[in-house]
């Protein structure tokens, strides 16, 4: 009985109130803490970086206390300034935590350089193809006389000759020289000789 009387006293109950009142307040007190530290309520709207330079961004990054990373350069886009911003993680108008990293892709300062494969010898309706692919422009097709007709035989840029492994950057302007199907198996040389060879046959003969 004595253990009972003593549960119903009031001393043990302000003790028991006392107890809980601490635990409440010991508890609202972990969670403000965990929200202060982990900035639970607190949400930034990530800016528009689009077409940005690296300066402006900083700047609009840190009035936002955000960060920034930049991670890659893309392929050379021809609307956006160079350097400028040209992607970036999270897009604008998501809602990030403050000094969250924003992850930027720079446009490179212009369209990348390819190779010139192996395409003297064939016909023009291979190469034209294969140049259009590669990120190339025909410019105008010139005819030389020779046997072949529809062959490439020079490949040009600026007038100048392109050699195979020589880079052009993409979106540049080749030149075609192609064979009309005129020409013959002779060359000037054999022509020459047959000159000579004629001559000296007409001389024998007394003319």
Do not use: C
């Not at 190779?115 to 410019?139: D, N, S, W, Y």
């Not at 020289?177 to 001559?199: E, H, L, P």
């Amino acid at each position: 009985m004595g253990f009972f009387k003593f549960i119903f006293s009031k001393v043990f109950l302000k003790q028991l109130l006392l107890a809980l009142l601490v635990l409440v307040l010991l508890v609202f007190g972990l969670l403000y803490w965990l929200r202060a530290s982990t900035n639970h309520d607190q949400r930034i709207a990530v800016p528009d970086l689009s077409k940005m330079s690296l300066g402006l961004v900083q700047q609009e990054l840190e009035n936002a206390d955000l960060n920034y990373v930049v991670i890659d350069s893309s392929n050379y886009n021809p609307d956006f300034p160079t350097f400028s911003v040209i992607e970036q993680n999270p897009a604008a108008g998501k809602f990030v935590k403050e000094g969250r990293k924003i992850y930027l892709v720079l446009n490179p300062s212009g369209y990348r350089k390819i190779e010139i494969p192996e395409l003297v010898g064939r016909t023009q309706r291979q190469v034209e193809p294969t140049l259009l692919a590669l990120g190339f422009k025909i410019g105008k097709i010139d005819y030389r006389d020779h046997i072949s007709s529809d062959e490439v035989l020079e490949l040009r840029h600026d007038g100048q000759t392109l050699n195979v492994g020589d880079a052009l950057r993409k979106t540049s302007v080749i030149d075609l020289v192609v064979g009309n199907g005129k020409g013959s198996y002779r060359t000037s040389g054999d022509a020459a000789q047959d000159v000579i060879n004629d001559a000296e046959d007409l001389d024998d003969a007394g003319f």
